[in-house]
């Protein structure tokens, strides 16, 4: 059974950058499509960022030009850099992946907290 794993959650004080991590724990087949979400309190979960295996990204409006999504098939994971971040981007972002997006593979969330 092949799990995601993140890593790279915390603290940032407005302005600041993170990067976050999710890897595959078993083998994912070549054309693995990524996706990072992020569900804040009281809202519904959102698509932040994708990569299809093509390499071909997708970004919600407001992040582009401050996040950046990319993948290291050789390593089976998918980064996610965050830089300008403003507390709205504040929430729980979740890894995922499959044959599309959104697949049937989750992570077990990351929290970022965007505060001074």
């Known amino acids: 059974q092949v799990q995601l794993v993140e890593s790279g959650g915390g603290l940032v004080q407005p302005g600041g950058s993170l990067t976050l991590s999710c890897a595959a724990s078993?083998?994912?087949?070549?054309?693995?499509?990524w996706g990072w979400y992020r569900q804040a309190p009281g809202k519904q979960r959102e698509l932040v960022a994708s990569i299809l295996g093509g390499g071909s990204r997708t970004y919600a409006d407001s992040v582009r030009d401050r996040f950046t999504i990319s993948r290291d098939n050789a390593k089976n994971a998918v980064y996610l850099q965050m830089n300008n971040l403003k507390p709205e981007d504040t929430a729980v972002y979740y890894c995922?992946?499959?044959?599309?997006?959104?697949?049937?593979?989750w992570g077990q969330g990351t929290q970022v907290t965007v505060s001074s």
């Open positions: 078993g083998s994912i087949f070549t054309n693995w499509a």
């Open positions: 995922n992946g499959g044959r599309v997006i959104p697949g049937r593979l």
